[in-house]
């Protein structure tokens, strides 16, 4: 170890007595027997099932209830064309930031939270803080906007589904089991798929899906306010705030090491790749509605999307669009609670991680459970403009990444407590683009909103 | 749940809990790196308003 890391707080590191081991170690000991069996074994396969977790569920998590609803939108007003590459782009762009969270985690074992106060200071700290809660919560309202929708669609009334969403989040806490959380999670999330047979029901034409990506087109309608819009949900609908705080805190609470990067990797281009698919399904689903000339203005939610697709696409069809869209709201409330807890639990140096029991994660377990509590009472309020509440979240989200990733990059170049994993200039050139194309699009949003005139009509 | 030294063999020093508790020190930042945190911070500040001016402009408008 150098001296730049002893100084960097790593230094005289307690011995694992009796007396210090906390059940969370215990059980995340554990998980790291199997893995290191897995290695030694050279069983690669059994290897990389036991280390993805954290990058799979980040990105199918962040396919959620206002992510479909962009898509769908983005399908229904735009068809198959421009934005079927862009949605590629921005996956890819979402991997390149995840990845340095799951470097910063295994360089650190610290979560993103407590890594920005202990180097930054509480200043930036409270900020960083600030972004995150203001972020989740009005995202962990539009989760339940998701399952509300998709309830309704299936004829529940509103309370009824909300209430059960909740019930789901809180049993998904009680398993106090990183392990087992991690993995009932993935199985859930596999149901984001739901939206490629959806896809296949609405015949999609191949040649134009290869034409749209090798051309980015057609556009119809141009670069009008509705275009940059979607532009920026459908940025936020893949990078977020959450996505970085989530993930690191993840790797650090599986227990992933230096030795376990590359399969870290792997776990985030896995995850890249099935949400990235998801989503296109989901533009390919709703392409129908172009065609059919919808107004999709006039949707009150998600659920109206299914409907407005069944005599297009089929009962069958719909019904799958509508169970992915109740899936996509209950896996990433779930996911975004955790990620509160997660920072907030941090920010407090309070403990953290998923292996707590409930006698010592008051805090951590209480963070999930008001703020799921709070969201879901929101959603029932009468009249609420649920649909363009969802599709302003996403705009939110975008807006703040800009700031979060600023602190991402200044973590990830941190030599003292990243060492050897610091990024290099490569990473250093795709981080910085990001930020730069992420904050640009934001402010020329902006002034399109301040001056609606400046594009046409 | 039993201590078993052999199994917390399994996991480096620096993931027991005990361990990830203990603070790092503070970064000195530089004038470059606070200027651009400031300039992301004003960019936030002006925008989330005018994103929230849009919201209730769309929600008031004449359908």
């Known amino acids: ?457 | 749940m039993q201590y078993d030294p052999t199994l917390i063999g399994a996991l480096e020093p620096s993931q027991l809990a005990v361990a990830t508790q203990r603070k790092l020190p503070r970064r000195r930042l530089g004038r470059g790196t606070v200027a651009l945190l400031i300039l992301l911070r004003v960019y936030v500040v002006i925008a989330i308003p005018i994103v929230g001016y849009a919201f209730v402009h769309a929600l008031v408008a004449p359908q």
């Open chain 1, 1 to 457: 170890m150098s001296d730049d890391a002893m100084r960097a707080g790593f230094a005289a590191l307690p011995e694992a007595t009796e007396e210090v081991i906390t059940r969370e170690d215990l059980l995340r000991a554990r998980d790291r027997l199997q893995v290191l069996k897995a290695r030694s074994a050279k069983r690669s396969l059994r290897l990389l099932w036991l280390l993805v977790g954290p990058g799979v569920l980040v990105m199918l998590g962040e396919n959620d209830g206002p992510s479909m609803v962009s898509y769908a939108t983005t399908g229904a007003t735009y068809g198959v064309g421009f934005f079927v590459p862009f949605i590629l782009l921005t996956f890819l762009m979402a991997f390149v930031v995840q990845e340095m969270t799951v470097r910063l985690g295994v360089a650190t074992h610290r979560g993103h939270a407590e890594l920005i106060f202990q180097r930054f200071g509480p200043f930036w700290g409270y900020f960083a803080m600030g972004d995150l809660v203001f972020g989740n919560v009005l995202t962990l309202v539009t989760e339940f906007i998701a399952v509300q929708a998709g309830g309704l669609y299936f004829g529940l009334p509103s309370w009824l589904s909300v209430a059960i969403g909740v019930v789901l989040v809180v049993c998904s806490l009680a398993l106090r089991r990183y392990a087992t959380w991690e993995r009932v999670l993935m199985a859930l999330a596999v149901f984001n798929l739901l939206f490629i047979p959806a896809a296949l029901l609405a015949h999609p034409d191949g040649a134009a899906l290869a034409h749209a990506v090798a051309t980015w087109g057609p556009l119809p309608g141009g670069m009008g306010t509705a275009f940059f819009t979607l532009v920026l949900a459908n940025i936020g609908a893949t990078v977020t705030p959450w996505m970085i705080f989530f993930q690191q805190s993840a790797v650090v609470d599986k227990g992933l090491t230096r030795a376990d990067l590359p399969d870290g990797r792997m776990d985030t281009a896995i995850g890249a790749i099935l949400a990235a698919v998801a989503a296109i399904a989901t533009v390919v689903a709703t392409a129908p509605l172009f065609a059919a000339h919808a107004d999709v203005s006039q949707f009150a939610s998600g659920a109206d999307f299914a409907t407005a697709l069944r005599p297009l696409i089929g009962t069958t069809g719909a019904t799958l669009f509508a169970l992915g869209i109740v899936e996509a709201g209950l896996v990433a409330a779930m996911t975004i609670s955790i990620s509160s807890s997660y920072s907030l639990a941090e920010t407090v140096s309070a403990r953290h991680s998923l292996n707590l029991d409930f006698a010592h994660g008051h805090l951590f377990y209480g963070v999930a459970i008001g703020s799921t509590l709070v969201a879901a009472a929101i959603v029932l309020i009468p009249g609420a403009p649920l649909l363009a509440m969802t599709l302003t979240v996403n705009v939110i989200a975008t807006l703040l990444m800009a700031p979060a990733l600023l602190f991402l990059l200044l973590l990830v170049n941190d030599r003292e407590i990243m060492q050897d994993l610091a990024n290099d200039w490569r990473a250093n050139l795709a981080g910085g683009t990001i930020v730069i194309a992420i904050a640009l699009v934001g402010a020329f949003y902006g002034l399109i909103t301040v001056f609606p005139n400046l594009l046409g009509k």
